[in-house]
């Protein structure tokens, strides 16, 4: 059973930049591929990134592109979300994900583990 737990979330003027971390415990780190989805008011959760086993790989949801980079240090069993040109949009409790396949990332319903989830909140 793996445990995550995420911080750094906070509000943040429009422009502004954000890291996000999650920390896991209670598995093999290396074992599993990392992301971070979010939820909006109102809308479904939705994918932003999603980092390998071992970092190599990467993948973005395009409305995040060029933005956003996900990073992990498996020696401290944390993955990372830097966020940086914070829009409104892009407001939302921002969960982190484990699972074995960063293909599974894509795929709807997401069958991984979760985190309690951590608030952004982007002023205009």
């Known amino acids: 059973q793996v445990q995550l737990v995420e911080s750094g979330g906070g509000l943040v003027q429009a422009g502004g930049s954000l890291r996000l971390s999650c920390a896991a415990s209670?598995?093999?780190?290396?074992?599993?591929?990392m992301g971070w989805f979010r939820q909006a008011p109102g809308k479904d959760r939705e994918f932003v990134a999603a980092?390998?086993?071992?970092?190599?790989?990467?993948d973005y949801a395009d409305s995040v592109k060029g933005r956003f980079t996900i990073f992990r240090d498996n020696a401290k069993n944390t993955v990372y979300l830097e966020m940086n040109s914070l829009q409104p949009q892009d407001t939302a409790v921002y969960y982190c994900?484990?699972?074995?396949?960063?293909?599974?990332?894509?795929?709807?319903?997401?069958?991984?583990?979760w985190g309690q989830g951590t608030q952004v909140t982007v002023s205009s």
């Open positions: 209670g598995g093999t780190f290396e074992d599993y591929a």
């Open positions: 980092i390998s086993r071992r970092g190599g790989i990467t």
């Open positions: 994900a484990a699972h074995q396949s960063t293909r599974k990332f894509r795929t709807l319903p997401f069958d991984g583990y």
